[in-house]
Nanobody
Framework: QVQLVESGGGLVQAGGSVRLSCAAS????????MGWFRQAPGKEREFVAV????????VYADSVKGRFTIGRENAKNTVYLQMNSLKPEDTAVYYC????????????????WGQGTQVTVSS
């Protein structure tokens, strides 16, 4: 079992930056894929980015490519999502997700989820 806790959300102006963190406990993440998803009011949950622990590969949604960076905190069981050049359309609840065996751009690929953290970007 893996527990995920997100932190770092808040209110930011358009063009600003926010860094989210996802702390995992319960198991080592050596072969895990750690993803970020988001859900805006009235919209479906969408894929944002994924970090594949073994090898450090990353994949991004087109909507955030070049603005967001996903990575691993040094010496910690934590994944971050650095969000720069934020836009009002980035406003959503951001969720961290983990999968021990595969990665994907749909939520069904992930077995564990955090509680979510709100990011609000004002124009």
């Amino acid at each position: 079992q893996v527990q995920l806790v997100e932190s770092g959300g808040g209110l930011v102006q358009a063009g600003g930056s926010v860094r989210l963190s996802c702390a995992a406990s319960g198991r080592a993440l050596r072969n895990y894929a750690m993803g970020w998803f988001r859900q805006a009011p009235g919209k479906e949950r969408e894929f944002v980015a994924v970090f594949i622990w073994s090898g450090g590969s990353t994949v991004y949604a087109d909507s955030v490519k070049g603005r967001f960076t996903i990575g691993r905190e040094n010496a910690k069981n934590t994944v971050y999502l650095q969000m720069n050049s934020l836009k009002p359309e980035d406003t959503a609840v951001y969720y961290c997700a983990a999968s021990p065996s595969r990665w994907g751009v749909t939520g069904s690929a992930y077995d564990y989820w955090g509680q979510g953290t709100q990011v609000t970007v004002s124009s």
